[in-house]
């Protein structure tokens, strides 16, 4: 652990913050077995609509709180995380923790790395410290195998990491775009299925057999020559088949640990089907359950969800949302909050 983290110059601190952190689809590892030496890699793009909202204040004594369901189940993870950084810091005042909103859990959305940066980020806001989201991830444990969350809790867009190092710090970013204005991401969810994580997502990547190298390079040749020019150049047709054709490699490799398929949700499954025989880029994101869909306009995706209703490829549990990439990061407010 490293020594604890200094005090900025005087500056008052709020009664409170709020953090807000958007959600992020996992496109693709370049190369889980890093057959040059250095694993992972990733493709991302992150959404809105979806979002982490964590608000954070001084109090008299100790005390945690949260707005529904699914934040209450999180708030225990948001402790722990909180628990850890005063340690590391030495900081220990009582505060008062709510969770007002999380991205839906082992869904594909990084809600595990969102939660925990959000916290952080709260946390050193609220004690006027100078810490870089890389160093809270490092604090909070995140970014050991994807760091497209950590730079998209940063700046947004679709991104590009290079895999952690070996030393464990967190993936450097390489690349970043901002997709066309029009484009839209259909979200498919299915809530009758969860992706791994955790130890159970640790043993899966263990148990697979080595990426084959010629994979590896081949979708680094498709995010290079196809999905990042495709992004940065406005040409929907070249970025789609570069994204399908990414998913299909890397997909197929972790099949054996979700069922079989390129998808956990065999309804999701169907559904992304459908959508790519209209063009769209489509896959699930990290171990899902969670499918996309992106078109180059809500005209075009609208279209395509009708077409898709109309021939029955629309299960009645899926939940659909159509958003617009998001090309910033997560914001952070001042404000009193009520204890």
């Known amino acids: 652990m490293s020594s604890s983290p200094t005090l900025s110059p005087p500056a008052a601190t709020a009664p409170g913050v709020i953090v807000r952190a958007p959600g992020r689809l996992h496109l693709g590892f370049l190369d889980p077995s890093g057959t040059l030496g250095r694993p992972f ?17 001084r109090a008299d004594a100790p005390h945690s709180s949260a707005d529904g369901n699914a934040a209450r189940a999180e ?15 030495g900081l220990a ?5 709510h969770l007002a909103r999380v991205l839906p859990a082992h869904a594909g959305f990084g809600s595990g790395t969102q939660l925990a940066l959000a916290v952080g980020r709260a946390f050193a806001r609220l004690h006027g410290l100078d810490l870089a989201t890389a160093e809270l991830a490092r604090l909070l444990g995140r970014g050991q195998r ?19 190092g070996a030393d464990g710090r967190p993936a450097p970013l390489l690349a970043r775009l901002e997709l066309p204005a029009a484009w839209r991401v259909v979200l498919v969810l299915d809530p009758n299925h969860q992706g791994l994580s955790g130890d159970g997502e640790k043993a899966a990547i263990a148990e697979l057999p080595p ?15 196809r999905v990042l020019p495709g992004a940065a150049g406005g040409d ?17 490799h972790f099949a054996p640990a979700q069922g079989g398929g ?71 407010a001042e404000r009193a909050l009520t204890a």
Request: contains cysteine; glycine residues 14%.
């Open 93 to 97: 005042a009582p505060l008062h923790l």
């Open 75 to 89: 708030l225990a993870r948001a402790q722990a995380h909180l628990a850890t950084l005063q340690r590391a810091t």
């Open 146 to 164: 994807s760091g497209v969350g950590i730079a998209g809790f940063d700046q947004g867009g679709l991104l590009v990491d290079g895999g952690p």
């Open 211 to 225: 990426f084959a190298q010629a994979s590896a390079a081949a979708v680094c040749h498709e995010v290079l020559m």
């Open 262 to 332: 390129l998808y956990v949700s065999p309804a999701v499954a169907r559904l992304g089907e459908a959508l790519a025989g209209r063009g769209a880029a489509t896959g699930q994101s990290s171990w899902g359950p969670t499918g996309f869909a992106i078109f180059p306009s809500s005209c075009e995706a609208e279209a395509a969800l009708q077409a898709a209703r109309a021939a029955g490829a629309v299960a009645p549990a899926l939940q659909i949302h159509t958003v617009a990439p998001r090309h910033r990061g997560a914001t952070v």
């Open 41 to 57: 890699g990733s493709l991302g793009l992150v959404i809105e609509g979806f979002e982490t909202v964590v608000e954070l204040a």
């Open 236 to 252: 929907f047709a070249g970025f789609a088949a570069g994204i399908r054709r990414v998913q299909q490699l890397v997909g197929g």
